[in-house]
């Protein structure tokens, strides 16, 4: 293998792969990025075989030249090293050559570096992918979906279906739940799918999607998602992402959701944020993150947190409505501020069904955003 | 006590003297800030026994009310949650109000903080100083000369007075010097001090320098140094900052620094940090660092590092002088990266009496800057 490309397109592309490598990987040749360059473009590929991402970077881009390929070639070149010193190099030409036994040459201007290279044939095959079953999506709202329910799948590893984000479509409308058994993030989008497409049981790590919206352009471009048998393919326009469904059945969630509520709150989402987060300051040192709310007869609210060493914080707040019986409710501080957090709403509101029943915050009664949190019992 | 305080005041203050406060510290009421209010202003202590601060706040400042006096007093509160909760604090304005048994509210906006507050009685006293031997530092200098030395302190606290930046004044110069057995960092400068002002021996903590520097103001204003018998204080317009001198007997460095050279080098300082930058990032991973730099006839140096593992990095410079014996030597790239990076000039001179000796980096040869790096002994 011998070319000659562009700095600025090399450097993305192993940005955008190396979000594929893991530290930990016990197969050496996975710590390391397999380049292949033939005459249509080169092709970058990472893997920590539960993520797997590909870069194709072409020959020519927007009438410029990226690469003069001199000789068609692969080889795998360990990303510890390679990662930071492509970015750093000096001219922005790089010169890249293998010669016999995978040694590399990497030249820019008055730098030499001499790499030792693996055999890419050691390097694993990409999973073939049947294309039949195949929806778009829109990049940026992909991007919320995500934002909006994968900080609320569980960190506990002995229920590996959990860790994951539950895809559904059904009627031409995409659905995303996460729950880790003390609260539930749902969201649901129509797309442009046939009516007749049905996906179930389809749950991708949460830390995975984490990485994706990383990678997914920030403009309203359309994303292909190829469902397979125990992968899910998602085509962007220069970079391909695999990742595998997780193993298992996702819980039927959907009981724990009420359909009435005796209470209903109507509050400014930002005020709210800000008494939360002050009391969840103090609960955070009990280790707890416990906050009580009071309602009040005129229609005001308190929260409040306290702490046997430290003190207490007390929290006023006018609500602009609300509705049914005052109750006085304890929950987790931190997950009612990660669920208020991505609230795009002005107001919001909150329907409670009893102190110890589920907590269900919404902009409205009609959004197609859901956050549940359940309660803590507490003795006063 | 009770008293109201405009926020940014408050907040700014706090930022200031939660420098001083260690995260573990042995003496409970040292974890606390403590606040004395009577009619001139507001002072808040923290202290690690090393270090302590202390930040006044006038009653008015630029013709605004700053403070509303309504009791003078004293009280301890722990800094724990104290600092955050102040800066998330919804109003302008803060109540703050102790009563029996130091319990102290404080109010701001909709939101009220209690806190268990402590006995300021048993606050340690601030060392009284005598402000006989006092010397007036630009504020920028100061923070420059911090800057220029102090990451060449040793970290080995086997050694304490090395882990100090060593101040000397004779004749008008203030002198620092860093070094940590491997590597010396040097800076002087012409201050406002009587010919016969003489400061010897006085080695100051450099972590606490690196502290006082993010204080120090940008402008530049003149900083009251005062030396005590085991104490400097600085004092800045509302900040007094002291710290302890570390015992014992600084290491005479001057036999470190040769007085002429066999050979030296002047070269473009950017072009040589991106080429040992490089040289480094292998070295790195090799868990040692070392680089070697080779003269040749063309006046060209070579900068290289190897990785058994990896392979290698060559880097080719020209230099805009060369003039004695061509020299081949190693070096550890981390400490050369650490004095060109505080180089203010475009080129540096660099001075080798012979590969087992030190190197000397510098500006230029009248420079009041100088840092030093002893080679390494390698097999080839």
């Known amino acids: 293998m011998k070319l000659t490309i562009l700095k600025e397109y090399l450097n ?5 792969v190396s979000k594929a490598i893991s530290s930990k990987t016990t197969i050496p040749i996975l710590s390391g990025i397999k380049i292949d360059a033939n005459y249509s473009g080169m092709t970058l590929t990472a893997s920590d075989t539960d993520i797997s991402i590909q870069n194709f970077i072409p020959i020519e881009k927007n009438d410029q030249q990226v690469i003069d390929l001199k000789q068609p070639g692969s080889v795998v070149l360990s990303s510890k090293f390679f990662v930071e010193i492509i970015r750093k190099l000096p001219a922005q030409q ?7 036994g995978f040694q590399t040459t990497i030249r820019s201007g008055s730098s030499e570096i001499q790499l030792v290279g693996l055999d890419p044939e050691e390097y694993p095959v990409m999973p073939g992918i049947e294309e039949d079953r195949t929806v778009q999506i829109p990049s940026d709202l992909l991007k919320s979906m995500i934002k909006q329910t994968s900080f609320a799948v569980s960190t506990n590893e002995a229920t590996p279906i959990l860790t994951g984000v539950l895809w559904t479509i059904t009627g031409g409308k ?23 497409f049905a996906l179930s049981n389809v749950s991708i790590s949460g830390k995975t999607l984490n990485e994706l919206a990383k990678i997914l352009p920030d403009q309203n471009t359309l994303i292909d998602v190829v469902f397979a048998e125990n992968q899910v393919l998602f085509k962007m326009s220069s970079v391909l992402f695999y990742t595998r469904i997780l193993e298992g059945t996702y819980p039927d969630t959907s009981k724990l959701i009420p359909q009435s509520f005796q209470t209903e709150l109507v509050v400014n989402t930002e005020d709210l944020i800000a008494a939360i987060d002050r009391a969840y300051l103090l609960s955070r040192e009990e280790k707890t993150n416990i906050v009580r709310l009071v309602m009040r007869e005129d229609r005001t609210i308190e929260i409040s947190s306290s702490s046997s060493e ?34 795009d709403s002005e107001q919001i509101q909150i329907g409670f069904t009893g102190a110890m029943q589920p907590i269900i915050i919404r902009p409205d009664a009609i959004s197609t955003m859901l956050q549940l949190i359940l309660p803590y019992r507490t003795t006063s």
């Open 12 to 16: 993305e592309a192993i940005q955008h």
């Open 310 to 343: 430290l003190g207490k914080v007390t929290e006023e707040l006018a609500a602009a409505s609300l509705t049914g019986e005052l109750l006085r409710i304890s929950f987790n501080s931190k997950y009612m501020l990660d669920a208020l957090k991505v609230m």
């Open 174 to 196: 995409l659905k995303f739940i996460a729950c880790d058994r003390h609260r539930l993030a749902s969201r649901e989008m129509n797309i442009d799918a046939p009516e007749d």
């Open 94 to 100: 790089i010169e890249i050559e293998v010669k016999d």
